[in-house]
Structure formats: structure tokens, C-alpha cells
């Protein structure tokens, strides 16, 4: 057992040692990349753009997904700004009321009115105190309500933003496809007008074996016409006659059998 962990210890550090040493890792992640630009390079372009077109059409489904959420943002948003507004109502009511309670401890006036109620001075500064702390405590919770309704304002702006830059974005993708799609068509029109020769089409192979039997054709001709001129075997082929230099006039002395000419034309031989 012991062995056994001992050997996976090694080959685990002979493991570690070679992906240091040779970057095997980035090596490795390298030919994966150009593994899948090759396969992505071989993927007819009708296929790309009828997959980007399924993409868009996706895109639909984003923009309903974030309406939901914008939606609970919005009336998260308008249910704050009414309760911050009743809060401040309540705030400055209670802020008179505790002003002018304030004043009466001030002023030692027994006894002391309050909300439609009745104290003697030790009550009266007893309940202020109370409603005072109370005062600050809804003080503190309406400012911290009027902090989440910033960030939930910002939220919400952000995200309608979002949803403004999707759809721009959609629209942009719908065009620049329709101007793609326009220009793989001429393209196919050209190829069948005049096919490439590695185009796989029907109309290319049509051509090409057309050309191709053109081509054998002509090769034939000149095969006749060659063996009308030289023959079928090597002896049938005439040989080549040099005939050097040409003195017409030689030749016609000695035809007409001028003197001296004969020995001439015959050492020109």
C-alpha cells in the first residue's frame, strides 16, 4: 500500500515537474484554440449565419427575462417614495407636536396638554423624553429608507439601461445580418455566373467536368494530328532532312549542266 502511494507521489511530481518545465499547460490550451478556429474555419457560412439568426431571435428571450426584474425594481422604487413620503408627513407632524411640548416643560405650564391628553410637569418631561427617542429612531429608519430608495433608483436606471443598450444592440445585429445575408447571396450568384474551383457546388462540378472533357478532347485532336504527322510507331516517323545552307543558283547551273558546277554542288554534299 505504502509502495503504491509512494509511486503516485512520483508520478504525480514527474507530472508537476513537465507541465513547469515544457508549459505543457499552454501548450495544451494553445491546440485546443487552434483546434477550435480550424473547426469554426470549416463551418459553411450559411450555417453561421442561420446560427447567429437563432442567436438574435435568443436575444428575445433575454429582454423578456429582464423585464420581469425591472418591473419589481419599479414598483419596489414607488412603493418607497410613497412610504418616505408619509414618513416625512408623520415626521414634521410629530416634530411640531414635540416642539410644542418641548416649549410647555420650558415654561413649567401645568398642566400640560399633549395629543388630546393631560400631564402634570414629571409626566410631561417623562413623555418627552419617550416620544423624543422614538422621534429619533424613526429619524434614523427614515433615513435609511431614503438611502435604499437611491440605491434601488440606481439599480433600476442601470438596469433600464441595459435594457435600452439590448435592444439598440438587437437592432444593430438584425441589420448588419440582413446586410450579410444579402452579400452570401450575391456571392452565390457569382459562384453559379462563375464557380470557384474548389466550390463543392453542383454548378462547379458541372463546369469542371465539362472542362475537363474539353480538355481530353483537344489532347486528343493533337494526338492525330501528331501521329498523321509522325506515325504510330518510331519507324514510321520520317527523319529529320537538315539542309544546311541552300545556293539556289548552284543548284540550278547544275541542273542545266554549267561546267564546274557538278564538282561544286557535290562537295557542298
Known sequence: MCKKIAVGVVIALACLWVARKTQFC??????????????????PRDLELARVQHEIQQLDRDYQA????????????????????????????QRENLLTLTKAVES??????YCGSTYNLDQAKVKLAREFATFKKLEAHLASKEKLLDAE?????????????LVSQKREFEIRLAQLEAEEATLKVT???????????RVADIKNTLDRIEHGQAVEVQKHELQQQYGSKISD?????????VDVGAIR???EGVSGVATKVAGNK
Not at 71 to 90: F, G, Y
Not at 153 to 165: H, I, V, W, Y
Not at 191 to 201: H, M, N, Q, W, Y
Open 108 to 113: 413649567n405650564d401645568m398642566p400640560v396638554s
Open 253 to 255: 547551273d547544275y541542273l
Open 153 to 165: 433608483t440606481k439599480n433600476l436606471a442601470a438596469t433600464r439601461d441595459q435594457l435600452d443598450k
Open 66 to 93: 429582464l423585464l420581469g426584474p425591472i418591473a419589481e425594481r419599479m414598483a419596489s422604487v414607488k412603493k418607497l417614495e410613497r412610504e418616505i413620503t408619509t414618513a416625512k408627513a408623520n415626521q414634521q407632524e
Open 26 to 43: 499552454s501548450y495544451a490550451s494553445t491546440l485546443i484554440a487552434q483546434g477550435k478556429e480550424h473547426v469554426r474555419g470549416q463551418v
Open 237 to 245: 516517323a520520317q527523319p529529320a532532312v537538315s539542309t544546311g545552307t
Open 191 to 201: 459562384r453559379i455566373k462563375t464557380p470557384l474551383a474548389t466550390d463543392d457546388g
